[in-house]
């Protein structure tokens, strides 16, 4: 798990203001998850680091379409200090594989298409660190019609 507080200490340390700001956000989003009474665990850390790389990606690039580079960079800046906290992707056979897994003890083998959000359902329970369009099309490979 992220300790967030050190994160933040050390970037003042260094003063460093984009990780400095980076972590900030992290643990913002951390305060509201925990106020609404969610558990933060790996999984949730992972997906709130997943969600502001992609918010800051996408200012980014708003703000390089307008013209306005600097902006641009920082937010960039963000993106990619919080990239470095995220655990490395399983790779495709990674993922069968667990998939697999989750439909021989779950399915008899055997899944319809009905049962493809169950299937993701229970991956993303234990494996957070899957590309989602990778999990559903080794899902879609798996099922029966």
Known sequence: MINIDNLIAEARKEQNPIK????????QEFVLRKT???D???NTEVAVLKKLVGHYSDQAQMYQINGR???ANEYKAY????????PEM??????ETHVDYII?????????????????????ESYSNADGA??????KSRIFV
């Open 20 to 27: 400095l700001e980076a972590y900030k956000q992290v643990k």
């Open 36 to 38: 609404k009474g969610e």
């Open 40 to 42: 933060i665990n790996s």
């Open 69 to 71: 580079e600097e902006i």
């Open 79 to 86: 993106a990619n200090e919080l990239k470095k906290l995220l």
């Open 90 to 95: 399983m790779s495709v056979q990674e993922i």
């Open 104 to 124: 021989s003890k779950n399915f008899d083998g055997m899944p319809t298409k009905k049962d493809m959000g169950k299937i993701i359902k229970m991956f993303k």
């Open 134 to 139: 990778v999990l559903a099309n080794v899902v």
